[in-house]
């Protein structure tokens, strides 16, 4: 079955503080993996799309990669504006478009 | 561009009432789904649409819910008797092409009282 397992579920950050969140999955074949972030009563926001091990994006502060098992959402010297809950979703083989969706973590930014 | 649109943004009914959420796509958008978010149950998947077509209705959660798409635009999601549990964030998300990047709209949230 496939599933997504986020890391952490919440995370504190004073502002310019860099981390990592974590994203490990099991997929029958894996189509691709997707980043977004959600905003409170909003509805998720496209970040990143990666397709195969190795494969690396980058938008701003935000550096998203990925292995045969797992993803990193890297923020580097993050912001207040940088606060959200960010969601990993995978896209299997079955050809449906269906993403699995993980938990998401919850990012808090302090300044 | 205009984004995907979502109607209404907010839905209170009473348990047992229909009610119809909708959803407009982002224009020439082929592909459209449905998701469900709930408090602390993340984002569950409930139907494709590829054109007016929905080949596969597994993932809806019971025969009270149904969906369809017309014009290859426009989709309407339904819940006929609506129960307690029903309370969610609906969302809508619409691609390209089946299995391209999905572009999400703001959601219905649905109390059922």
């Known amino acids: 079955e496939d599933q997504v397992t986020q890391s952490p579920e919440a995370l504190r950050l004073q502002e310019g503080e860099s981390s990592s969140l974590n994203c490990s999955y099991t997929?029958?074949?894996?189509?691709?993996l997707f980043w977004y972030r959600q905003d409170p009563g909003k509805g998720p926001e496209f970040l990143f799309t990666?397709?195969?091990a190795g494969e690396e994006k980058e938008k701003e502060r935000l550096k998203a990669t990925l292995t045969k098992k797992e993803s990193f959402l890297h923020i580097t010297a993050p912001k207040p504006e940088d606060s959200a809950t960010y969601l990993c979703?995978?896209?299997?083989?079955?050809?449906?478009?269906?993403?699995?969706f993980g938990q998401g973590t919850t990012l808090q930014v302090k300044p | 561009g205009a984004g995907v649109s979502q109607s209404p943004s907010n839905k209170v009914t009473e348990k047992g009432k229909d009610v119809e959420l909708r959803c407009d796509p982002i224009?020439?958008?082929?592909?459209l789904y449905w998701y469900r978010q709930s408090l602390g149950q993340g984002l569950e998947f409930l139907i494709y649409?590829?054109?007016?077509?929905?080949?596969?209705k597994s993932g809806l959660p019971s025969d009270r819910f149904s969906a369809e798409r017309t014009g290859g635009s426009v989709s309407t999601l339904t819940i006929q008797r609506t129960q307690q549990e029903d309370s969610a964030v609906y969302l809508c998300?619409?691609?390209?092409?089946?299995?391209?990047?999905?572009?999400f709209g703001p959601g219905t949230r649905l109390t059922v009282l």
């Open positions: 997929v029958s074949g894996l189509r691709g």
């Open positions: 998300a619409s691609s390209p092409r089946l299995a391209d990047t999905q572009y």
């Open positions: 224009s020439g958008h082929t592909a």
């Open positions: 649409f590829q054109g007016n077509s929905a080949p596969d």
């Open positions: 979703a995978v896209q299997g083989s079955s050809n449906t478009g269906k993403l699995i």
């Open positions: 990666l397709y195969s």
